[in-house]
Structures are given as structure tokens and as C-alpha cells.
């Protein structure tokens, strides 16, 4: 079999990281994208050296940019068909500045382009090049969608930001189902090991979300790899247009 070409954005860190190294340990080459350079050139290296030279290369791009969006699909479009393609980017944005109604604005501008407009640039720069019959799009959502946010860490924002990517991924997936394309959202419920949560993560919150599963542990980085595996595979392919929870219990059957 040949080899297939993996795309990861976000995966310089935390969940992106560890579907690159599982996507290339599956037999991919891998793309990863991410605005800094420095954590991507050091996962491809890592990647490189577990599976091969030249099996992860580093694209820095901000994808909320839609020249940069570009660029970096050119770059892509060069390597060949794309096999695999994981919208993993996001981030929780800083709630607004002050209750002024332009500080609102500005945040969930800010949470919309993260989260939701970074997948439609990338997935739209790259949607000619989908290998097609075989294609495989993955949407990192979250469990917020599902269930709402609130406090500091899940801002209404990006509970709305994330639940958007669902509605667009059905949309797609009608779109590029006929084409032999499939196209899935996978949404976490807490991760814990990522850069997500940064200076706001505290031992009583990680606590809090372990209490709200059923399996009483916190998601890793490699729980989220291992399902993008399988929905990355080219046995997946009866499996598309799905919402799928990956949260040890916290949300129940949706
Ligand atoms: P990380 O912060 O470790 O990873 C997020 C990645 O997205 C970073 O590598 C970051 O790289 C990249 N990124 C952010 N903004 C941009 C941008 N504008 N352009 C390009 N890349 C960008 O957190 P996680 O691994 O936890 O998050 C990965 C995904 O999983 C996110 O979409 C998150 O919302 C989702 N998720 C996480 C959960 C958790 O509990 N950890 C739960 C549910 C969903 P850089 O800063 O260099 O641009």
C-alpha cells in the first residue's frame, strides 16, 4: 500500500501531538500546522526519529489567516492527495476585557475564528485535494457542544464556536459522502497533559472533571489519537456524519 498523507493543525502540542504520532506510527506522512514554529519543528523531529526521516514535516501558519491558510495548503497540495485530515486547532479564548458590549464582541470574534474559522479556512484550502474514493476528515470538537459552557474555563463562546463545527461537519459530510470522502467529529470531554488550559488549570478543577466521568480518570491525549485512528482508517469508511463523545462517561449517549 502506498504511503498516505496525514494533515494535523494544532499538532505542535497536546491532542494535535499525539494524533500526529499516531497517525505516522499508522503508516501516514504527516503535516503539522500550528503558529509557532518551535514546538512543531521539535514534534516532527521526535515523530521523524520514532518512524522515520521525513515522516512528520512542520508548516507554521496562522490558520485564523486566510493568506497563511493558503501558503500553507500550497505546500500540502505539493505533497499529493491528502489522506487524512484532522481539524484539531482551537483554544479557550480569554473572556471579554470589561462587561462592555465591544469587549463581548471582541471575544467571541476571537473565540469564532479560533475555534471554528481555522477549520472551515483549512478544510476549504485543502477540500480539492481530499484523496477521493478513501478521504478521511476528522473535526476535534468538545464536549461543550454538547452540554454548554460556563465559568473561565468553557466561556459560552466556545461552547457556540465548537457546536458550530457540528452543523458545518454534516454539511460536509452530505457534500463528500458520494465522493467516497467521510467526514467525522469527535468530541472530548476533559483532557488533561495539553497546553489548553494553561495558568487557569488548577489540582481542585482537575478534580472536578475527574469526579464528572463514570471512569473516574482524566482523557489523555492518547484516548483522543487512539479514535482518530480508527476514524483515519481505511476501515472507517461505512462511519461518517457523526457526532462521537470521547469523555469517560461526563456526557451520556450523544
Ligand atoms: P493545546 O493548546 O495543547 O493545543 C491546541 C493547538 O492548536 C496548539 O498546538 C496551537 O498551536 C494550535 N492553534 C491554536 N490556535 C491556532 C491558530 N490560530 N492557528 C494554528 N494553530 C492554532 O490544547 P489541546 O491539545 O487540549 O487542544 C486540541 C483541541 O482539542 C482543541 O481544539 C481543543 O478545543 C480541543 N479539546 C480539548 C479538550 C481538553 O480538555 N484538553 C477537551 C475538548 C476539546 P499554536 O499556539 O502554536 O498556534
Not at 521539535?42 to 489567516?65: S, W
Request: charged share 15%.
Amino acid at each position: 500500500m502506498t504511503e498516505r498523507l496525514a494533515v494535523v493543525s494544532g499538532g505542535g502540542s497536546g491532542i494535535g501531538r499525539a494524533i500526529a504520532g499516531r497517525l505516522a506510527e499508522d503508516g501516514c506522512r504527516v503535516v503539522l500546522l500550528g503558529r509557532r514554529a518551535e514546538p512543531l519543528e521539535r514534534a516532527a523531529g521526535e515523530i521523524g526519529r520514532l518512524t522515520g526521516p521525513g515522516t512528520a514535516l512542520a508548516v507554521p501558519a496562522d490558520l485564523t489567516d486566510p493568506g497563511q491558510v493558503e501558503a500553507a495548503a500550497a505546500r500540502i497540495r505539493a505533497l499529493g492527495p491528502v489522506d487524512v485530515l484532522v481539524n484539531n486547532a482551537g483554544a479557550i479564548i480569554t473572556p471579554p476585557a470589561d462587561d462592555t458590549l465591544a469587549a463581548l464582541a471582541d471575544s467571541w470574534r476571537r473565540d469564532l475564528d479560533t475555534n471554528l474559522l481555522t477549520a472551515v479556512l483549512l478544510t476549504s484550502a485543502l477540500q480539492g485535494a481530499l484523496r477521493r474514493p478513501g478521504g478521511r476528515l476528522v473535526v476535534i470538537s468538545s464536549a461543550a457542544a454538547q452540554r454548554g459552557g460556563a465559568g473561565p474555563h468553557s466561556a459560552g463562546s466556545y461552547a457556540a464556536a465548537k457546536a458550530a463545527l457540528h452543523g458545518w461537519a454534516f454539511g460536509l459530510a452530505r457534500q463528500l459522502g458520494p465522493d467516497g470522502v467521510t467526514v467525522n467529529v469527535l468530541a472530548p470531554g476533559y483532557v488533561a497533559d495539553t497546553e489548553i488550559f494553561g495558568a487557569g488549570w488548577t489540582p481542585e478543577f482537575h478534580a472536578g472533571k475527574v469526579a464528572d466521568t463514570l471512569v473516574g480518570r482524566a482523557g489523555t491525549p492518547a484516548d483522543v489519537a487512539a479514535a482518530v485512528g480508527y476514524l483515519a482508517s481505511p476501515d472507517a469508511g461505512y462511519l461518517t456524519g457523526q457526532v462521537i463523545g470521547l469523555n469517560g462517561g461526563a456526557v451520556l449517549g450523544r
